[in-house]
């Protein structure tokens, strides 16, 4: 089963808004690597939830995906940040995937902790320029995280 990463600012969507909402749409994506790897995800597939931007960035928990990609109404909103004028009905580039809650860490595991990893250090996340809102994860790299909670 392929594993992901996932980064949301906390103060758009947390892994505590996740946990009660139950589920939600992960839209927004707008980088076309990033969108790539979300066309990539499958139902039942687990992701490290990941906030950004924020004092102490870090991984939160793990959600799961729900649904396999659609294309994501927020690029044909007008209203939304996330509107793409040169979308359409007919041709959406961008796409969105349902996610549900699985597990809240009981603290975050942060950046720099996850830098200092020798065993993750060929993961994508922690090298320099590395700035993907959507990334996989290998086996290896996901128990070694795991390990970290």
């Known amino acids: 089963m392929p594993y992901w990463l996932m980064k949301s600012e906390p103060d758009e969507l947390s892994i505590r808004d996740l946990q009660r909402l139950e589920q939600t749409r992960w839209d927004g994506v707008r980088n076309y690597q990033a969108r790539n790897f979300l066309r990539s995800m499958q139902a ?7 906030h950004s931007s924020c004092p102490e960035p870090g991984i939160a928990g793990i959600g799961r995906i729900t649904t396999p990609q659609y294309p994501d109404p927020t690029a044909l ?9 040169k979308a359409s009905a007919d041709k959406n580039p961008w796409s969105a995937v349902d996610v549900a809650f699985a597990e809240a860490f009981k603290r975050i595991i942060p950046l720099a902790q996850l830098k200092s990893q020798s065993a993750l250090v060929d993961l994508p996340l922690v090298q320099k320029g590395s700035r993907l809102s959507v990334m996989p994860v290998s086996a290896e790299h996901w128990n070694a995280i795991l390990a970290l909670r």
């Open 44 to 50: 039942g597939d687990l992701f490290f939830f990941y």
């Open 77 to 85: 909103a007008p209203d939304s940040h996330y509107f793409d004028a």
